[in-house]
């Protein structure tokens, strides 16, 4: 310390003033001549606080460090105001430890002298030179200032937060020039900084500790947020922006590379280590996120509880990130790199999502008896209102996002504030929709793309490729890499059970809207599937489709989670909106739910075990026996005119609905369910709307028959490329742009027929299932002819002449099981052989049947180790053949029939004519109901038409019967003997 220190003079109120006398002129001052109530008091705290003193005697106290220089300097031994200030500056600039850390030990010795007058203004010398440290750090340069504070607070005390309360109170004072703002802005930015560059793993994240307490103090908190608010008047603002932002930067710590297709810090070279090695990574990965956004709940919550303009502020700034990113929900930005670039990472979005997961925990605790109530009370019309500063409402444009229902008249949306709890739960469902869902989304198209790479892989090891194999399997270690990344942020444990909680809760709120009733009650509540509610045209359909999302993503990877929990809300979900257009619009979704329905059912079915938990959810819930009803309502309805989906993805939807079908099938309270609604159909088979099993039936034989039909074709396609390698041809074509073409093209039917063989054997069996209980249906006049014609014709083609078309090699790589297949359509044969109707049709098939047609099967048969089967189709042969003896007899009499008595579509002698009422063309009764089936229109001009319209020909009808009679009566009458 020096005589000439130059910052004596920053504290000097004579400085200048020429009337004062010079400070070595002064008379010294002495403590002892001073009151005890005035300097010696404040004397006494500054030694005791500061450790500093202007008295030579007390050089000897090694607790006290002598200020020699400003002692001379003032000729003073007694600490006043000004010197005191002066002696802890000169003191700071010198000191060679941390500044920061002495003047918080300082505060914490002044809180031992209680509340004493004088030491507050002790405390003012404290907050002084602390704020003129932060407001000319150029005077410390020793100091790493900002450092030292935010390691300051990471040691959260309470007298950590008093000491910043009241250097933010001291900031506030009139008299102080410095804003608070001004003073900490450096410091947020330095915070950001190291929040931006936090490792998952590595560090102590004590950035986060001293974020919490910042966020304890209000006037902070609202600079917190208002600093990350984006300006609404950048142009060109985009959602990549909300990560460069103080708040933003909480969210970025995640073992996802924060840049799509880089790769990640995590699970290196996957195809090297072992699982265990992965299993241990995906615990720490867990540990560590859980822990991390633990604390940046803290911190949001800390936000929330501030005051109302700091949470107003901060549902201010999540609504912007929100609508910044609503880019990551469409299908069309998973496969855009451009778009990708442009939002919030994939880190970012989990991450927030879990953090509003855990905020919404007072209205989905499971545990907690109230959470029900305050669920209630969330508000349906809030997606109907427009972003205003009066109505609560921060996220803008959700009054444009598509409905479960569209009506011209929703309801009118709130004048007053819509409650935190309201939007929180809508920003955690836009969250999930543009994170986690986003995210589950990715891992399916990499799924997807990674079995095409490994079948490359392979092809290319097999023809010795092996620079070719090695490229390709970096490209799958890379591509496995990121999607064991994305599985585990989104199964960390803690995490997937807040989420589960949720979707419940959503599932009761969504369930308790549409009905009408407190959520609490949905299970037990009658569901009447015309009744639809107007508050279903304020919901999104995010919110549904998060749940739909959520429950498959679980049962595929962590169906414990199922097993573990009580699902009937979910299947109530299910009946309240799969089989209901009143209650849901959209037919993608309601086919959708489906898989929803199949995530739902036991994962060990068909095994020999006991039954589980999901099963006796199929059992004793409520409303189990609306189950069935609704699924062969979505099967139908999808396909229906003005619901119908695009041709080739109803098949997608179709898959997870036969799996369902199976399930059901196993239990006899669904058996029954099925058999019910069979016998209904049978007793209303020509009624004016076509009851719902019978419409089932008409599109699983649709179903099959174009199914089969290209499954057989592809394989034909198949078997003639694979002579061409064989035989050289392929070769010869030069390498280039027409070689790759044949390669894709043969890839591209090759993934066809795969798909096209697995459903249609997957539609076979489900019609071998039904038929062993259920016949009346399929061998109906409606039905009997087109079921029929499609087993022989299939048949022929798997065991006649043609099998050696769809004979490829490594038949099992497509799907193709000609054994399976054979064995299922005999199997219907012999369900259906005891009907007389439906042998008659077998016979009557002119285009595959043929008496050879059961010989050609048996050999087949006995083959492939069905023996079992040949006995009863033996059986099937002779009736069938009996019954086309008798049938040919017949049709001798009528063959001769007059063409007005023929049906115009299939050539058949109408028995039931009808006149169809815009083109006035007559049909027979049976043709006309399987053609609405599909089709409710005139099959002669297109108009529009239902089995109500149609007019019953009575004078036709009796005209055809009378001259059937008569034939029958001539043929059974004895020739006249000429001789007599």
Not at 159 to 179: G, I
Not at 631 to 639: D, P, R
Not at 739 to 766: D, K, P, V, W
Not at 829 to 858: I, K, M, N, W
């Amino acid at each position: 310390m020096t005589d000439n220190n130059p910052f004596l003079a920053l504290f000097s109120k004579e400085v200048g003033n020429p009337n004062v006398t010079s400070v070595s002129d002064a008379p010294r001052q002495d403590c002892h001549n001073i009151p005890k109530q005035d300097n010696g008091r404040f004397n006494e705290f500054a030694e005791n606080v500061f450790r500093l003193t202007l008295k030579p005697q007390q050089m000897k106290n090694s607790t006290l460090f002598y200020m020699k220089d400003l002692s001379k300097a003032l000729n003073q031994e007694c600490f006043d105001q000004t010197a005191l200030d002066q002696a802890v500056l000169e003191y700071a600039v010198g000191l060679q430890n941390s500044l920061v850390n002495y003047l918080f030990q300082c505060y914490e010795r002044s809180l031992t002298h209680g509340d004493e007058p004088e030491i507050h203004d002790v405390r003012k010398t404290i907050f002084s030179n602390l704020d003129l440290a932060f407001s000319q750090p150029e005077l410390f340069p020793e100091q790493n200032l900002h450092e030292d504070f935010l390691q300051l607070l990471t040691f959260s005390s309470e007298d950590t937060s008093t000491f910043l309360d009241s250097f933010v109170q001291h900031l506030l004072a009139p008299e102080n020039p410095a804003s608070v703002t001004e003073v900490f802005l450096p410091l947020f930015a330095s915070l950001k900084t190291k929040l931006s560059n936090m490792h998952l793993l590595m560090g102590n994240q004590s950035e986060l500790d001293a974020m919490m307490v910042l966020s304890k103090q209000p006037t902070l908190a609202k600079d917190m947020v208002s600093i990350s608010i984006l300006n609404e008047n950048i142009i060109g603002k985009v959602g990549k922006q909300c990560e460069q932002t103080l708040l933003g930067s909480l969210f970025l710590c995640s073992c996802i590379p924060r840049v799509p297709g880089t790769p990640s810090d995590f699970f290196d070279r996957p195809s090297r280590s072992p699982p265990g090695v992965h299993a241990t990574t995906e615990g720490n990965i867990w540990s560590a996120s859980e822990r991390i956004m633990d604390k940046v709940y803290k911190i949001f919550y800390n936000l929330f509880k501030s005051s109302p303009e700091v949470q107003n502020l901060t549902r201010k700034w999540l609504g912007q990130v929100l609508e910044l990113n609503k880019a990551r929900g469409q299908m069309w930005a998973q496969h855009d790199m451009t778009a990708q670039v442009h939002c919030v990472s994939d880190g970012f979005m989990t991450n927030l999502g879990a953090v509003l997961l855990q905020l919404c925990r007072p209205f989905c605790s499971i545990d907690d008896p109230k959470s029900c109530d305050r669920l209630s009370k969330i508000d349906a019309t809030f997606c109907a209102a427009k972003e205003t500063k009066e109505n609560g409402v921060h996220i803008a444009d959700l009054h444009k996002e598509t409905c479960l229902i569209t009506q011209e008249n929703r309801p009118a949306a709130k004048s007053l504030p819509y409650s935190f709890s309201t939007e929180l739960f809508y920003m955690t469902h836009r969250a999930l929709e543009l994170g986690a869902k986003a995210v589950h989304s990715q891992m399916l198209q990499m799924s997807q793309n990674f079995n095409r790479l490994q079948r490359a892989y392979q092809d290319a090891e097999q023809s010795g490729q092996t620079p070719v194999a090695q490229q390709i399997q970096e490209r799958m270690d890379v591509m496995m890499s990121s999607y064991l990344c994305f599985k585990a942020v989104l199964l960390v444990p803690e995490w997937l059970k807040m989420q589960f909680e949720f979707i419940m809760a959503t599932s009761k709120w969504l369930c308790g809207t549409a009905l009408g009733v407190h959520p609490s009650n949905v299970t037990s509540c009658d569901v009447n599937k015309e009744h639809s509610s107007e508050f279903l045209t304020c919901i999104p359909e995010f919110c549904l489709s998060n749940v739909m999302d959520f429950v498959v993503f679980v049962n595929r990877f962590s169906p414990g989670m199922l097993d573990r929990g009580q699902l009937d809300d979910l299947l109530t979900l299910i009946v309240v909106f799969m089989g209901s257009p009143n209650r849901l619009k959209n037919p993608h979704m309601r086919a959708g739910m489906a898989e929803m329905l199949d995530g739902l059912m036991p994962p060990d079915r068909g095994h020999a075990a006991p039954p589980s938990s999901r099963t006796a959810l199929f059992v004793k819930h409520p409303r189990a026996n609306d189950v069935v009803g609704t699924l062969l309502h979505v099967f139908a309805s999808i396909e229906m005119t003005g619901q119908g989906v695009a041709f080739e993805q109803k098949f997608n939807y179709r898959r997870p609905m036969y799996a369902a079908m199976k399930f059901l099938w196993s239990l006899k309270l669904h058996q029954r369910q099925f058999k019910v609604l069979a016998a209904e159909a049978e007793a209303n088979m020509e009624a004016a709307q076509p009851p719902l099993f019978l419409q089932f039936v008409n599109l699983l034989i649709n179903d099959a028959i174009y199914l089969l039909d290209e499954g057989l074709s592809y394989m034909a396609q198949l078997k003639e490329q694979q002579q061409q390698r064989e035989d050289g041809s392929w070769p010869n074509v030069p390498a280039g742009p027409q070689r790759h073409q044949r390669e894709a093209t043969y890839q591209h039917i090759t993934m066809l027929a795969r798909f096209h063989n697995l459903m249609g054997r997957e539609t076979i069996r489900i019609l071998e299932m039904m038929t062993t209980e259920i016949k009346g249906v399929f061998v109906h006049s409606t039905m009997v002819d087109r079921v029929a014609s499609m087993l022989n014709y299939f048949l022929l083609h798997l065991v006649g002449p043609k099998k050696r078309d769809f004979k490829v090699k490594d038949v099992g790589d497509y799907e193709f099981d000609p054994a399976e297949l054979v064995s299922c359509i005999c199997q219907i044969y012999c369900h259906l052989s005891s009907v007389d109707v439906f042998c008659t049709a077998v016979s009557q098939d002119g285009r595959s049947y043929s008496p050879q047609l059961f010989g050609l099967a048996e050999d087949v048969l006995s083959r492939i180790g069905r023996g079992a089967l040949i006995g009863d189709l033996q059986l099937v042969a002779k009736k069938v053949s009996e019954l086309a003896s008798a049938k040919a007899s017949d049709e001798d009499l009528i063959s001769s029939a007059p063409d007005e008595f023929l049906d115009p579509i299939m050539s058949s002698i109408m028995m039931n004519p009808v006149i169809l009422p815009s083109s006035r063309v007559t049909v027979d009764r049976s043709t006309i109901a399987r053609h609405l089936l599909s089709d409710q229109s005139d099959p002669f001009n297109r108009s529009p038409l239902t089995m109500e319209d149609i007019l019953p020909d009575d004078e036709l009808r009796e005209k055809i019967h009378k001259w059937i009679a008569e034939m029958k009566k001539k043929a059974v009458v004895p020739p006249v003997d000429e001789r007599i």
